[in-house]
T-cell receptor
């Protein structure tokens, strides 16, 4: 079973911020939160990851709650090209083992 | 250019005819993995490898084999394909310390 829970789908208006939630209530202290997205049937693309501090890069921001049981991926100004399935996973960085993706959130950007 | 390549990209075959899907990465990554993706089921891990000669089962290993004789290559072998292995397959690799996975473009397999 996936270690994360995400809503199956979400809508967001073009130009607005898209906020995608993820629950990971059983996360361990050494597990990182990673976000990927998949556009159509292309290979998933890495977006961002974090441990406990909020993170930002050129694609998105990641907000992790203080208790680390949930996080939010923020796409600040969504465009039609951000329409994709977004996956949140947890894994221990530096220790490579089984990875469980789950079904992700299908984000629809509305014109 | 850093990349993960898969071949073939599309394959139609018949039940029982052995096939191999190749995966190669040019980033000197230690970790490599195979996933399958089916409608409504998301990405499911088949096998993974932490380094040369080290492989382990993911969530759905039945009917598949892998090998890791070289660091850059991680072929997926279907000894006797069946229609329920019709799927979209992705190979991925990552460097151990970062955990960030790079995915290949996918192989769409149809088993008749």
């Amino acid at each position: 079973d996936a270690k994360t829970t995400q809503p199956p789908s979400m809508d967001c208006a073009e130009g607005r911020a898209a906020n995608l939630p993820c629950n990971h209530s059983t996360i361990s202290g050494n597990e990182y939160v990673y976000w990927y997205r998949q556009i159509h049937s292309q290979g998933p693309q890495y977006i961002i990851h974090g441990l406990k501090n909020n993170e930002t890069n050129e694609m998105a921001s990641l907000i992790i709650t203080e208790d680390r049981k949930s996080s939010t991926l923020i796409l600040p100004h969504a465009t039609l090209r951000d329409t994709a399935v977004y996956y949140c996973i947890v894994r221990v960085r530096g220790r490579d083992d089984k990875i469980i993706f789950g079904k992700g959130t299908r984000l629809h950007i509305l014109p | 250019e850093a990349q993960v390549t898969q071949n073939p990209r599309y394959l139609i075959t018949v039940t029982g005819k052995k096939l191999t899907v190749t995966c190669s990465q040019n980033m000197n990554h230690e970790y490599m993995s195979w996933y399958r993706q089916d409608p409504g089921l998301g990405l499911r891990q088949i096998y993974y490898s932490m380094n040369v000669e080290v492989t382990d089962k993911g969530d759905v290993p039945e009917g598949y084999k892998v090998s890791r004789k070289e660091k850059r290559n991680f072929p997926l072998i279907l000894e006797s394909p069946s229609p329920n292995q019709t799927s979209l397959y992705f190979c991925a690799s990552s460097f151990g310390d970062t955990g960030t996975q790079y995915f290949g473009p996918g192989t769409r397999l149809l088993v008749l």
